[in-house]
T-cell receptor
Framework: GAVVSQHPSRVICKSGTSVKIECRSL??????MFWYRQFPKKSLMLMAT?????????EQGVEKDKFLINHASLTLSTLTVTSAHPEDSSFYIC?????????FGQGTRLTVV | GEDVEQSLFLSVREGDSSVINCTYT??????LYWYKQEPGAGLQLLTY?????DMKQDQRLTVLLNKKDKHLSLRIADTQTGDSAIYFC????????????FGKGTRLSVIA
């Protein structure tokens, strides 16, 4: 099946710094990618839809200036958590749907200290 | 809006069958998925079923779909300790570039 690669898998950063998470489609082109967030012992909540060459679409309650999404090519979408705070600590995971089936990256566990 | 519901916990003995249930509200759901998430890991697609199917079997996994009742179940035969994980049900109305809607996940504990 298709492969979605997410990097890094784990990151620890200091409060106030920014962290970039990359999501790559390795063997297909993805005009759209989805970014989810998962709190401990909770389900995945859609944060935003990343569209190649245009602005991302954010879900209600997600701050677009806090979570910057860039989808500059057909194989790469990035999520930057700006001025991170401890409450941003979470598991972030990206997804793409070539031909209907949904594939997920390995996820990034962000810890802000 | 769309909603997917699952029971939160299930505990079974090793060797028994596990049945994880899921209900959804979107009558236009076309794709229905089961994902497995082990502690600290990402999502692993276990299986999926199209809405025009009633059942799909893949080795120890059997998915049953009752479209009339909008009920989906995942049966794991001969459950092993390695099956302990969180299982997420998810649905999507189409095959296009739309996100999946997830249930809250069912935590399966397998007792040796």
């Amino acid at each position: 099946g298709a492969v979605v690669s997410q990097h890094p898998s784990r990151v620890i950063c200091k409060s106030g710094t920014s962290v970039k998470i990359e999501c790559r489609s390795l063997d297909f082109q993805a005009t759209t990618m989805f970014w989810y967030r998962q709190f401990p012992k909770k389900s995945l909540m859609l944060m935003a839809t990343s569209n190649e060459g245009s602005k991302a679409t954010y879900e209600q309650g997600v701050e677009k200036d806090k979570f910057l999404i860039n989808h500059a090519s057909l194989t790469l979408s990035t999520l930057t958590v700006t001025s991170a705070h401890p409450e941003d600590s979470s598991f972030y995971i990206c997804s793409a749907r070539p031909d209907g089936e949904a594939f997920f990256g390995q996820g990034t566990r962000l810890t802000v200290v | 809006g769309e909603d997917v519901e699952q029971s939160l916990f299930l505990s079974v003995r090793e060797g028994d069958s596990s049945v994880i249930n899921c209900t959804y509200t979107d009558s236009s759901s076309t794709y229905l998925y089961w994902y497995k998430q082990e502690p600290g890991a990402g999502l692993q697609l276990l299986t999926y079923i199209f809405s025009n199917m009633d059942m799909k079997q893949d080795q120890r996994l059997t998915v049953l779909l009752n479209k009339k009742d909008k009920h989906l179940s995942l049966r794991i035969a001969d459950t092993q300790t390695g099956d302990s994980a969180i299982y997420f049900c998810a649905e999507s109305p189409n095959s296009g570039n739309t996100p999946l809607v997830f249930g809250k996940g069912t935590r399966l504990s397998v007792i040796a």
